[in-house]
């Protein structure tokens, strides 16, 4: 989202540059184009147009101005190249339709599989009053319906509770079940809302007939980063806030595959969580943040 009258401002770059860093298609839009002189609205532009086709990005913009070509591109986007840009006004109205229908026909992208073991990440929790506490996120891998036991976790020690999903809705329409890729809400039984908090994963619990093993959670884990921006070197002690998916949480530096690194530098290394250890898989992306957006990478042992 860029305002016209703006221009790009700091946190649209950063933003833009965590999606192009985790590979994540980009759209801009445009928007208070009612309120905008012609002559900074063009200023804008070009200077969007200059950012996205610069070396670090190298997107191709394309202004949409009428259904065809909105439809022509939406049906192209997962070529990661294209960078759509839309004119919008939230007054007036115009050109929304345009953003609606670009939405509605994009290509659904993501692999998610539906025969893997059940796993779902919270993205927020509630008390919903006489249904109790409700968890709501995106399924990862699997099936589920209401009824099935499953453990959420890990608490504070690492350890995962045995609880009972109640209902299951989406788009706030109750159903019986909802599979991987899809976003859900799951309302638990005889756990309270203090217990459970955003970045925990509920997941099957194991029995006979599942062949599942007792989840694992780690407090340490080695990471490729890349640094992208950082006044001074970053040595082993270092600390910053960690993001993996829905976690967030304080995370030190223990080990580095050299002395020190700086913007722009690759490296292997260790981290580990301050508070609590958290459930991480192989191949993860992470992000690492003080204030700013410092670097980001993928999770390659824990």
């Known amino acids: 989202m860029v305002a016209a009258n703006n221009g790009l401002i700091g946190m649209s770059k950063e933003h833009l540059g965590i999606a192009l860093a985790l590979n994540v298609p980009v759209m801009v839009v445009v928007t208070k184009i009612d309120i905008c002189p012609p002559q900074i609205l063009e200023q804008t532009l070009t200077q969007l147009t200059k950012i996205l086709k610069s070396p670090g990005a190298r997107k191709i913009p394309v202004h949409i101005k009428d259904r065809e070509s909105c439809i022509n591109t939406a049906q192209q986007f997962v070529s990661r190249r294209i960078c759509p840009i839309f004119q919008v006004s939230n007054v007036t109205g115009h050109n929304l339709d345009l953003v609606r229908t670009f939405l509605n026909i994009l290509p659904h992208h993501g692999n998610y599989d539906t025969n893997a073991p059940f796993e779902f990440h919270v993205n927020d929790t509630f008390s919903v009053p006489f249904v109790g506490t409700v968890v709501s996120g995106v399924v990862k891998s699997g099936v589920v319906h209401s009824g099935d036991n499953v453990l959420i976790g890990p608490d504070s020690t690492g350890q995962f509770v045995n609880t009972k999903i109640r209902s299951i809705e989406r ?98 290394v260790a981290f580990e969580f301050v508070q609590r250890p958290e459930y991480l898989a192989v191949g993860d992306r992470i992000l690492f943040r003080e204030g700013r957006t410092k670097g980001l990478g993928i999770v390659k042992a824990l």
């Not at 925990?200 to 599942?212: E, F, G, I, R, T």
């Not at 890349?226 to 806030?241: E, F, G, N, P, V």
């Open 171 to 268: 788009k706030r329409i109750a159903v019986p079940g909802c599979s991987a890729g899809q976003s859900a809400s799951f309302a638990l039984r005889t756990v309270r809302r203090k217990e459970v908090r955003k970045g925990m994963v509920v997941l099957h619990k194991p029995d006979a007939s599942n062949n599942l093993s007792t989840p694992k959670v780690y407090r340490r884990f080695i990471a490729e980063v890349l640094i992208l921006s950082h006044a001074t070197t970053i040595k082993t002690k270092y600390q910053a806030m960690l993001h993996v998916g829905p976690i967030s949480q304080t995370c030190s530096i223990i080990d580095l595959d050299r002395d020190y690194i700086r913007t722009g530098d690759r490296a292997t």
